[in-house]
């Protein structure tokens, strides 16, 4: 067999391995996730309750490098503790199948009250041990797959980028009815909107725009999202789509103070804005 021919079956063999790796986390990665105490009929646990819950919302139009994108898996490498949720949702315009999508979403159960335990039998009691510890076990390989697959995707030659009516229909679909303990939206984007609500590009370059003006205009069209007690993050800011195009520091400060005032009007707080890059070790 010729070298380049074994290449090949080598990369096959990689991609289903990664496949099966999704496929055997308990429960699937979308859908609803099966929990480890639905086979246990005879004693009610106490509710779960999602302690965090992590967004991952990413704009497929965003230039990301290599390192940038290695960087994005590394500042969440500490999700993934009982307790966690994670949804991870992409987006860029509503065409050609790049419509806001879910394209992850699993959670961490915690550990039952010992009062649970002790009525249990013990061949159920070993069975949901094992499955919580499974669960735990897989939860960061199968999500950082997807993120890895997700970042994967982007492509900075997409003509549009409806940024503002896709973080409201995500805010509604996939936020709005979360009822977890602390809420964290990680999103990754350049933050350039340029569709027919408004556009920060003239003459195919970046404008320097007015964010109070831009917000009013946001408001007027009911563009405004649903991310109430969000702590926000936003990784990728004012990144140009390659090394020749240039945005003076007064035309992305302008942007973040849109993006800033957006999530304050959402209700959300915005925690680090990258400019492109976030300053952060990790994201807790």
Not at 80 to 92: E, L, V
């Amino acid at each position: 067999m010729k070298q380049n021919n074994v290449t090949t079956v080598k990369r096959i063999c990689l991609l289903l391995l990664l496949l099966l790796s999704i496929l055997m986390t308990p429960g699937l990665v979308l859908g609803k996730q099966t929990s480890c105490f639905a086979s246990v009929d005879y004693v009610t646990p106490k509710p779960q309750v999602i302690k965090r819950a992590l967004y991952v919302l990413v704009d497929e139009t965003i230039p990301l490098s290599e390192i940038m994108k290695k960087k994005v898996v590394s500042l969440l490498s500490e999700w993934g503790k009982p307790g966690d949720m994670i949804k991870i949702a992409r987006f860029s315009a509503s065409y050609r199948d790049l419509y806001p999508e879910l394209v992850y979403e699993q959670k961490i159960e915690m550990m039952p009250d010992d009062g649970f335990l002790f009525n249990l039998s013990y061949k159920d009691k070993r069975a949901v041990l094992a499955c919580l510890k499974s669960q735990e076990k897989n939860f960061k390989p199968s999500f950082e797959t997807q993120l890895k697959v997700s970042l994967k995707a982007l492509n900075a030659k997409i003509p549009k980028s409806e940024l503002l009516g896709s973080l409201k229909l995500l805010s509604k679909q996939i936020y709005l009815s979360d009822k977890a303990l602390e809420k964290t939206v990680l999103l990754i984007t350049d933050g350039m909107e340029n569709s027919t609500v408004t556009s920060f590009y003239k003459k195919g370059k970046l404008r320097k725009i007015k964010p109070r003006k831009e917000i009013s205009q946001v408001r007027r069209k009911g563009m405004i999202g649903f991310w109430k007690k969000s702590n926000v993050y936003i990784y990728g800011l004012g990144l140009m789509p390659d090394n020749k195009a240039y945005a003076t520091p007064e035309t992305v400060q302008q942007l973040k103070r849109f993006w800033e005032q957006y999530f304050v009007e959402s209700g959300g707080k915005v925690k680090a804005i990258g400019l492109p890059e976030l300053l952060l070790t990790a994201i807790e």
